[in-house]
């Protein structure tokens, strides 16, 4: 998707990234999962099916840094 965004605080234009999630040595794309998170005993958070979640890719103004996020499939690591 080659679309140019736009900052809605400044009017600057924005650059795609994502929010790296860091965890025991590992780098993720963040995501995002409908409904509230439940705890889990060993985890922190129980997390739901990977098919029912989906993935987090953030626009940020190249000027003020406002963030703008998105939750889309095609924001998937490739």
Known sequence: ???THQCP???SGME???VIDNTHGANWVSHW???APLKSLLAGTKLPPK???VPIGT????SCGYLEQY???E???K
């Not at 626009?59 to 190249?62: D, E, I, K, N, V």
């Open 71 to 73: 939750a889309r499939q």
């Open 16 to 18: 795609q990234g994502f």
């Open 33 to 35: 999962a409908a409904g």
């Open 1 to 3: 998707m080659a679309t």
């Open 51 to 53: 098919k029912e979640r």
């Open 9 to 11: 605080k400044c009017k």
């Open 59 to 62: 626009y940020r103004c190249s």
């Open 75 to 77: 924001f998937a690591a």
